[in-house]
Each structure stands twice: as C-alpha cells, then as structure tokens.
C-alpha cells in the first residue's frame, strides 16, 4: 500500500551569527548550510498495519510525514502510496488519506467546527447521506456533541484535537497520517484518542501512520515502529521484535515483614528499598525470575510480589543509546 524508496529532502538554511557586526555583514552576503532531513530513507507498510514512526527531535519525521501527505517534495527518491506519487497526484490522492498535525489546525479559527466540516464535505464532495452516517459515527465516538457549534478559537486543545481527528476522518479515507496527535492532551482525552484510532483501524480497516514522542502511544497503538535518526532510518520491526532484544530486564516489587536484610541477589539490581518494601531490576538473561522469587521467600516473609516487564520508554531510550542520536 505504502512504498517509500531511498527517499531524500535537504533544506538551504542561512546561518545566523550574533552580534551587531555579523548582522550587518549579514545584510550584503548570507552564508547557507544544508541540513539533510532525509538521508535516503526506505519502508514499506501493508494494508490495515498502524506504524509508530519514531525518533529523537529533529530527526525527520514531519518532513517524512509532509512528503508522503504530498506537502513536500522530496530531492530524491520515490513515493508510492495506492499508486498515487503524493506530490504529483495531488488532487485524487489526497481523497484517499487523512493527516493531522498535532501543531497545526486544518480547521477556521472563527467559525462553528460543523462549518469547517461542511466546507470539508464540499471540498470532497463526500455525497450528503455518506457524510451524515460518518459524521454521526464521529460524533458519538469521539464525543463532539456539545463541541461542533462552538467557534474552533474557544475550544480547549484536547478538544480541538478531537475535532481535528475527526475533520481527517470525514471523507472515509483509507490511510491515515497522524504527527503527534496526542501532543498536550490530559490522560483520559489521550485514552479516548487511542481508543478511537485503534476502532478505526479496526473496523474500517484504516491504516495508521503516526509520529509521537509519547512511548504509550506506540504501547498501545503500534504493532511496529520505524525508528528514523538524523535522517536515516535505523530500525524497523515489531515492538516483541524490539522488547525481546532489549527488554530483558523486568523489574520485582516486594512486600515483606521488617527486615534489615538488603536483599542482594545475583543478577538482580536494586532499585529502591526500605525495610519493607524493595524493587529490584532483574536480568533475566543472568537469572531466572523463578529462582529470584524462590532466593527472595527463604531470606525474608514475602507478603507481595509483582512482576513487571521494563517500560517501553526504557527500550526507546536504550535503542536510542545503541544508535547514538
Ligand atoms: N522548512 C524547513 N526549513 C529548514 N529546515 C527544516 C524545515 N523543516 C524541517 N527542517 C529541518 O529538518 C530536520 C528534520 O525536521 P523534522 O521536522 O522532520 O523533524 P522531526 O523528527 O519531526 O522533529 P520533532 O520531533 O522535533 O518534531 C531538522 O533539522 C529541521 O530543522
């Protein structure tokens, strides 16, 4: 559905020097650099996948984002999505894709967002009963009863953002591109949205691009992540792939009766104690959860035990570390 191959985009920026006396020579001669956005960058995604585009800031996701929606145009490289090449069909493939900017709005400022949407039904020429059974369905899911005639201006962000996902979503589109779109919302509105984008993909069979710096939103939405760095694509696969090649510590919460013993444990690191309570890091690679628990219930009086996996945050961070950006 989606083929991206050996795609490039730099960008000409003038270099700013400060001072009065660099300014001045600014005015008769601009020195340039080149920052390469996008070093020959390739993926491929399947029908129905939502992909969690990821990476450190700057590293080039909107600018990909940007020229697969056919905002940009790219150096080099080529684009296939539906068979459409984004920045030169322009008009019969934006039809098939939705794209939300977490940073940007698409709808008017001062007007009702149901006008917005009415003038977005226009433009589409999405035909009167499609859009009313959609726009309904989006309605009730994303709950926008009380905000479609209000003025966009007045509405919180997370609202908004609601809207906006729905404004994408008006014209049924099969592919859906989203950068950051839970950027500022509080934690039931990023629930909601979550829920709604797993729905969509679901039950319309959407396929979803995203971009978001929010490693819960990859937990809870992505079945694979693209990770881009400084323009270059570094990793590609499944998060089982990347949490069965990083995650192999998981952590152990224990309850105990008082003790004055520390609980130092071979493979095991703590990482907070106190006379009744420890957490400890384990390597499972060194040692086996099983024997760290039995290790634990002949030292001290276990009262609780929970075992948890290492958060998504920690393997991002480590997959950041291994490729140094
Ligand atoms: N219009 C532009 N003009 C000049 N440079 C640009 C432009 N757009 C992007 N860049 C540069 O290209 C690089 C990639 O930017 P991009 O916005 O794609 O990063 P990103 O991964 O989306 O970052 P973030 O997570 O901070 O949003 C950056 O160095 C940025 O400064």
New binding site residues.
């Given amino acids: 559905m989606i083929s991206v191959e050996g795609l490039s ?1 730099s ?3 003038a270099k700013r020097s400060s001072g009065l006396r660099q300014a001045a020579k600014a005015l008769f001669f601009r020195e340039h650099k080149i ?4 070093n020959d960058v390739s993926f491929y995604i399947q029908p129905g996948e939502i992909v969690g585009y990821i ?12 020229v697969m929606s056919g905002i ?1 145009v790219p150096d080099g490289g080529s684009c296939s999505i539906m068979g459409y090449t984004p920045w030169k069909d322009r008009v019969p493939y934006v039809r098939n894709i939705g794209v939300v900017f977490g ?1 940007r709005t698409q709808l008017w400022w001062d007007v009702p967002v149901i006008d917005s949407f009415e003038l977005l039904r226009d433009i589409y020429k999405v035909p009167s009963a499609e859009y009313k059974q959609t726009l309904d369905l989006l309605v009730e899911t994303l709950d926008l009863q009380s905000l479609i005639g209000m003025p966009v201006r007045q509405l919180s962000l997370g609202q908004r953002m609601r809207c906006e996902i729905a404004a994408s979503l008006l014209h049924s589109p099969k592919i859906l591109f989203l ?2 779109p839970t950027i500022g919302l509080d934690a039931i509105s990023k629930i909601a949205v979550r829920q709604f984008i797993k729905t969509i993909n679901k039950e319309k069979d959407v396929t979803v691009i995203l ?1 978001t ?1 929010d490693m819960n939103d990859i937990e809870a939405l992505a079945n694979r992540i693209l990770l ?1 760095g400084k ?1 270059s694509l570094l990793y590609d696969g499944t998060v089982t792939a990347l949490r069965s090649r990083f995650g192999t510590r998981k952590s152990i919460t224990i309850d105990y009766r008082e003790t004055s013993d520390r609980l130092d444990i071979p493979g095991t690191e703590p990482l907070s104690w106190s006379p009744e309570r420890a957490v400890l890091s384990v390597d499972t690679e060194q040692v086996m959860i099983s024997d760290v628990i039995a290790q634990l219930s002949s030292r001290v009086d276990l009262l609780d035990v929970a075992v948890e996996s290492q958060p998504i945050e920690d393997i991002i961070v480590q997959l950041y570390k291994e490729y140094r950006i």
């Fill in positions: 985009k960008f000409k920026v920052v390469h956005a996008l990476g450190p800031n700057g590293a080039g996701k909107s600018t990909t984002i940007k940009l940073q950068d950051e971009t710096h881009i323009g």
